[in-house]
């Protein structure tokens, strides 16, 4: 649009410098005016397309938040204040739709207004050139004629313009997200991990979320043996999440290294690493789908083995329940399976964990108490995903912690302590404190260590 639109506004001008030079100085002087104009409302309407996307953005933010969360409003009885909320946000939203609706319907009465002023002033100076006896009538006819054609491609060029300044908020936006990018690349020649036996090291790791003190971890060493279970305590905020977000390479380390059976992970595919290092956080995560799609998560449907699911499901004690659902392992877990109970949920996320079948597990344990049977059926659920595996637990009952064959407890981002429940209790340290102060306030049997 661009080419043609410039030939036409070379041709006309050249046309009308022919005409008339004085005239076509006269009308040239307009133009800045015009583009100045034209360059101050395209800012005005960049502005406001910013504040209509923002205001769309935190509106959607926000509904999807609260509907996800839509009983805990109603326990709380929070429907009036979240309808408070939600009226702001939306006033918000309607009043930079409706100022960017103004600004667009304002935008060609300015510039009609503008060429109102070069036809009065190209009138009076025309008046003035013909009566001098420089220009007769049919060569205005034809100035002007040759300037309506003028301001054609200068309107669709304004128009590009202010289209162009509407659509920039969306495209900065599209950048600031591409800018979030994950800073964990994998190397170039990165190696598949073939047959993994679970050994990991963490040797002198400091972290910190801003990549500088104050560290979350410092001077951490861990040696953990393939197939051990170890117990991560410590007071909330030690550092226990952290550690595991690392081992999954969410985050690197600042200085030191981790290693799985002697490679350094950075050394190591991404999907090889995750594929080896499975997680069961403590905040369920189930999807909108099928059971089966959930257990066999990341798995595309034409690689699902249904057989293998159905033997996660049953080792993980959920496939009794699910034959019990409508459709079974088809049956749809609506609203992010919000129609399960809690242990169901749990059981689910532990079948896919067997699903995934890691080498290295993580295990998040749930700290919202089950009832006993349902307890019961988890706590076997677990013990076959934790079989034959190295094992992570960031540990919050005291069954697990002393099953643990070592405990590390970590604090202000340290191993302070490492041992059995036994050995650390006879130190007389930070675990032992710890579990005289949860026995003494009558936690003990359930979360002991959160
Ligand atoms: N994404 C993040 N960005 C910045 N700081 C974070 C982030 N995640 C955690 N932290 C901080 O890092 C520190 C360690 O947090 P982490 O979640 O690892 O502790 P934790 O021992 O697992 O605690 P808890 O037992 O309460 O779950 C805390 O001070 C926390 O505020």
Same mark, same amino acid.
């Given at each position: 649009?661009?080419?043609?639109?410039?030939?036409?506004?070379?041709?006309?001008?050249?046309?009308?410098?022919?005409?008339?030079?004085?005239?076509?100085?006269?009308?040239?002087?307009?133009?800045?005016?015009?583009?100045?104009?034209?360059?101050?409302?395209?800012?005005?309407?960049?502005?406001?397309?910013?504040?209509?996307?923002?205001?769309?953005?935190?509106?959607?933010?926000?509904?999807?938040?609260?509907?996800?969360?839509?009983?805990?409003?109603?326990?709380?009885?929070?429907?009036?204040?979240?309808?408070?909320?939600?009226?702001?946000?939306?006033?918000?939203?309607?009043?930079?739709?409706?100022?960017?609706?103004?600004?667009?319907?304002?935008?060609?009465?300015?510039?009609?207004?503008?060429?109102?002023?070069?036809?009065?002033?190209?009138?009076?100076?025309?008046?003035?050139?013909?009566?001098?006896?420089?220009?007769?009538?049919?060569?205005?006819?034809?100035?002007?004629?040759?300037?309506?054609?003028?301001?054609?491609?200068?309107?669709?060029?304004?128009?590009?313009?202010?289209?162009?300044?509407?659509?920039?908020?969306?495209?900065?936006?599209?950048?600031?997200?591409?800018?979030?990018?994950?800073?964990?690349?994998?190397?170039?020649?990165?190696?598949?991990?073939?047959?993994?036996?679970?050994?990991?090291?963490?040797?002198?790791?400091?972290?910190?979320?801003?990549?500088?003190?104050?560290?979350?971890?410092?001077?951490?060493?861990?040696?953990?043996?393939?197939?051990? !279970?170890? @117990? $991560?305590?410590?007071? #909330?905020?030690?550092?226990?999440?952290?550690?595991?977000?690392? %081992?999954? /390479?969410?985050?690197?380390?600042?200085?030191?290294?981790?290693?799985?059976?002697?490679?350094?992970?950075?050394?190591?595919?991404?999907?090889?690493?995750?594929?080896?290092?499975?997680?069961?956080?403590?905040?369920?995560?189930?999807?909108?789908?099928?059971?089966?799609?959930?257990?066999?998560?990341?798995?595309?449907?034409?690689?699902?083995?249904?057989?293998?699911?159905?033997?996660?499901?049953?080792?993980?004690?959920?496939?009794?329940?699910?034959?019990?659902?409508?459709?079974?392992?088809?049956?749809?877990?609506?609203?992010?399976?919000?129609?399960?109970?809690?242990?169901?949920?749990?059981?689910?996320?532990?079948?896919?964990?067997?699903?995934?079948?890691?080498?290295?597990?993580?295990?998040?344990?749930? !700290?919202? @108490? $089950?009832?006993?049977? #349902?307890?019961?059926?988890?706590?076997?659920?677990?013990?076959? %995903?934790? /079989?034959?595996?190295?094992?992570?637990?960031?540990?919050?009952?005291?069954?697990?912690?002393?099953?643990?064959?070592?405990?590390?407890?970590?604090?202000?981002?340290?191993?302070?302590?490492?041992?059995?429940?036994?050995?650390?209790?006879?130190?007389?340290?930070?675990?032992?404190?710890?579990?005289?102060?949860?026995?003494?306030?009558?936690?003990?049997?359930?979360?002991?260590?959160?």
């Amino acid at each position: 649009m661009l080419v043609p639109c410039a030939f036409q506004l070379a041709a006309m001008a050249g046309r009308m410098l022919l005409l008339s030079p004085i005239l076509s100085v006269a009308t040239i002087l307009v133009l800045p005016f015009m583009s100045f104009t034209i360059a101050i409302l395209g800012e005005k309407l960049r502005r406001l397309s910013r504040k209509g996307q923002d205001s769309v953005a935190n509106l959607s933010a926000y509904l999807n938040e609260v509907l996800l969360s839509i009983f805990v409003v109603k326990a709380y009885v929070a429907e009036g204040y979240e309808q408070m909320r939600f009226k702001k946000l939306a006033f918000v939203d309607y009043r930079a739709h409706l100022l960017k609706k103004k600004m667009k319907a304002f935008i060609p009465e300015v510039i009609t207004a503008v060429y109102a002023a070069t036809a009065v002033v190209l009138f009076g100076v025309g008046t003035w050139v013909i009566s001098k006896g420089g220009f007769n009538a049919s060569g205005m006819i034809s100035f002007v004629t040759s300037l309506v054609f003028l301001i054609e491609p200068i309107q669709a060029i304004g128009k590009a313009y202010n289209d162009l300044k509407q659509g920039e908020p969306a495209i900065e936006r599209l950048f600031e997200l591409t800018a979030n990018y994950s800073k964990i690349v994998e190397k170039a020649g990165a190696i598949t991990l073939a047959k993994v036996s679970g050994d990991v090291k963490f040797s002198n790791v400091f972290f910190a979320y801003g990549d500088c003190p104050p560290w979350v971890l410092s001077n951490l060493h861990l040696d953990v043996r393939a197939g051990e !279970t170890v @117990a $991560l305590v410590g007071p #909330s905020g030690g550092g226990k999440t952290t550690l595991a977000k690392l %081992l999954l /390479r969410l985050y690197d380390p600042v200085h030191g290294q981790i290693y799985i059976d002697g490679h350094d992970i950075r050394e190591i595919g991404l999907k090889s690493l995750r594929r080896e290092v499975g997680i069961v956080p403590q905040d369920i995560v189930l999807f909108t789908g099928t059971v089966l799609e959930n257990i066999a998560y990341g798995v595309l449907p034409d690689q699902m083995d249904f057989k293998a699911v159905e033997q996660a499901a049953g080792l993980a004690n959920a496939d009794e329940f699910i034959r019990k659902l409508p459709s079974g392992y088809h049956s749809n877990l609506g609203g992010r399976g919000s129609n399960l109970s809690g242990g169901q949920r749990q059981r689910l996320a532990i079948a896919r964990a067997i699903y995934q079948n890691p080498s290295i597990l993580i295990l998040d344990e749930a !700290t919202s @108490a $089950l009832d006993n049977n #349902s307890e019961k059926l988890v706590r076997e659920a677990l013990d076959q %995903l934790m /079989r034959n595996r190295t094992v992570f637990v960031i540990a919050h009952r005291l069954e697990t912690v002393q099953r643990a064959d070592r405990i590390f407890v970590i604090n202000g981002g340290r191993l302070v302590e490492e041992g059995t429940h036994s050995s650390l209790l006879a130190e007389g340290g930070l675990y032992s404190s710890l579990y005289t102060y949860k026995a003494e306030i009558g936690g003990l049997s359930s979360h002991p260590f959160i």
